[in-house]
């Protein structure tokens, strides 16, 4: 890529970025839920434990087209079932969204389709293992995603005249192809950093190799003019099959926030 | 653009669980569990069939008719560290609560060619230690480095001193008798020291999947030599079999390069880099999963010849003398 093109890219990004600063809506969600690790690379053994989530969500529902930037980070520590040996996991991830959006039924509900590229990175740490005790997570994802908000009365008319209506908002994001970081199936890390020897280390992947999903559901009411409350379900499952090795990480939780701006 | 967006509809179909077979947490599933994670990640199957006779399935058909439902952990603890024998490798354990199985046959079953009595007694009260290092100057001007473990770090800074300290001696004894191995950085470093040019010391490859032979091809390690002081003099480095895993490795560095001379018994090997797993029950096992190999290609698992084979002599050890220190200062001295 020229230094044209880097620009003309950077341009693009700093654009979505001032679409969305101006948006009309922005979220932050707490949550805490169940989360099952499986990294093969690390053992065998399937690890389930307590996680939790923070995630903020910028949007901006024009006419046509909105714009959505969200930041997540989870942070989990999980143990084997015989409960000997723990994994702390954590993860960041940035999602650029761009959907063509519609407006149906008066007005009450609006569908989004469209796209988001998702950057993510992150660890799995084991706090047994020695030479092989943590993995490092770097991908890269195109996703195709869609959105389903829905405003409705709650409580009565005299409830949704004084504090507006209330929105059931649905999101799907689901794999499509991407980058992915992985060592190989029996690769060191020490082979990686101090040797430099790379085999297969970045690896293209599509929605069979990275079968991920991720699903929000969030039910958000004003409390005031500009402040609604929020609460709602996130389900994040971020899988990976490359280099033989086999790893997921599946959040359940349970989100609680707020969103100004309105 | 329709369709596209059926393309995309159908996507969910494709987002399937990626996960892997489990276990039952029973003796059953346990001994299937850790053969299985053997089976597909230890790296030495295929070299050990050719050099010991090992057959993996047949051992699993030996051991799993001594595994039944009642057995309670200790029972099962041992037959599972016997199938793990039969690979005849120091870096297979399983770690339990109550034990640590492992196969130390490749120094047990040997002379120890080493005594902690003589050693103290050439050290005196009055030596030096620099991070893992012990050293002094012997009476006949000759320096002398005792490293027990790779474990223990060493600092550029260390090795600085301690090669100032030596300058001016005639040759350098490095013992590192009883080095059960630890950090292969350590082994690297201490062996840039006596590099002059960049060395081709071993190669490396790695399992690429779980089929027995599914290896990546060979990657050329060189030792580079330390831009800091070097040591130009000979050097004699003393072996013994519990001499393992990256200390082998540092006496595989130390043999490619030409004032180098190593003097004692074989080493023990362990030429694969350990990973971990565990079991249904909790149980952690270590195995041999990145092998290495010699300047020629070949295997170091099982050990490195000396290029003097020397034992302790029973003489020698009532005159508190150590017959593998002194030929090495013999050597040095000529």
């Not at chain 2, 029973?26 to 299937?32: A, L, R, V």
């Not at chain 2, 630890?182 to 082994?187: E, P, S």
């Not at chain 2, 060395?199 to 390690?221: C, I, R």
């Amino acid at each position: 890529m020229n230094n044209n093109k880097w620009l003309a890219f950077l341009l693009l990004i700093a654009c979505q970025f001032s679409v969305v600063s101006a948006a009309a809506q922005t979220s932050y969600q707490f949550g805490f839920g169940s989360t099952d690790i499986l990294d093969t690379y690390l053992s065998q053994e399937e690890f389930r434990g307590e996680g939790f989530t923070f995630l903020s969500l910028s949007e901006h529902c024009g006419q046509a087209w909105s714009s959505v930037i969200q930041n997540q980070v989870h942070l989990t520590s999980a143990k084997d079932r015989a409960d000997n040996e723990s994994l702390l996991e954590g993860s960041y991830n940035l999602y650029v969204g761009r959907y063509r959006a519609w407006q149906l039924s008066g007005g009450n509900l609006c569908l989004q389709a469209g796209g988001l590229a998702n950057f993510g990175v992150g660890f799995i740490y084991n706090t047994r293992n020695s030479n092989n005790p943590a993995q490092a997570r770097l991908s890269l994802q195109l996703m195709p995603s869609a959105i389903a908000t829905w405003q409705f009365r709650l409580f009565g008319t005299t409830f949704t005249q004084k504090h507006g209506k209330a929105s059931l908002r649905c999101e799907i994001d689901l794999p499509l192809v991407g980058l992915a970081f992985s060592p190989n199936y029996g690769q060191s890390y020490y082979e990686l950093f101090s040797q430099g020897n790379y085999d297969h280390n970045v690896v293209p992947t599509t929605f069979v190799s990275a079968p991920c999903f991720r699903q929000q559901l969030t039910l958000t009411h004003k409390m005031t003019r500009s402040v609604a409350f929020s609460v709602g379900f996130l389900a994040d499952y971020q899988q990976l099959r490359v280099n033989n090795l086999k790893q997921h990480v599946l959040c359940n939780h349970f989100m609680l926030g707020f969103s100004k701006g309105l | 653009m329709r369709r596209l967006l059926y393309i995309i509809c159908l996507l969910p179909l494709f987002t399937a669980c990626v996960d892997e077979e489990e276990f039952a947490d029973t003796p059953q599933g346990n001994f299937e569990a850790l053969w299985k994670i053997i089976d597909e990640h230890y790296c030495f199957l295929d070299y050990k069939q050719q050099a010991i006779g090992l057959d993996w399935n047949a051992v699993y058909q030996k051991y799993k008719v001594r595994v039944d439902e009642y057995m309670n952990e200790m029972q099962l603890f041992e037959v599972l560290t016997q199938m793990l024998a039969e690979l005849r490798d120091g870096h297979v354990n399983l770690s339990a609560s109550h034990d640590y199985g492992r196969y130390w046959s490749w120094y047990e079953d040997f002379p120890t060619n080493f005594s902690d009595t003589l050693c103290r007694a050439y050290m005196g009260t009055d030596y030096k230690i620099a991070a893992g290092l012990d050293y002094r100057i012997l009476d006949d001007n000759i320096g002398y480095v005792r490293y027990e473990s790779f474990q223990h770090g060493i600092g550029e800074g260390n090795l600085d001193e301690v090669l100032a300290y030596l300058m001016l001696c005639q040759g350098l004894i490095i013992d590192i008798r009883g080095n059960g191995g630890g950090d292969l950085t350590n082994a690297e470093k201490l062996a840039a020291r006596f590099c002059h040019e960049k060395t081709l010391v071993g190669y490396s490859q790695h399992k690429t999947g779980p089929g027995h032979s599914e290896f990546s091809d060979m990657e050329a390690h060189y030792l580079e030599p330390s831009s800091n002081l070097r040591w130009h003099k000979p050097v004699v480095v003393l072996t013994n079999r519990q001499v393992y895993s990256a200390a082998n490795e540092f006496v595989m560095y130390m043999k490619t390069l030409p004032q180098v001379t190593v003097v004692g018994d074989r080493t023990g090997g362990g030429a694969g880099m350990p990973f971990s797993s565990s079991l249904p029950n909790g149980w952690s096992v270590r195995f041999s999963a990145v092998p290495n190999y010699d300047a020629q290609r070949q295997s170091v698992e099982f050990g490195i010849d000396p290029d003097y084979a020397v034992a302790l002599t029973d003489e020698d050890f009532q005159r508190g003398k150590d017959t593998i220190i002194e030929f090495a200062r013999k050597l040095l001295a000529e």
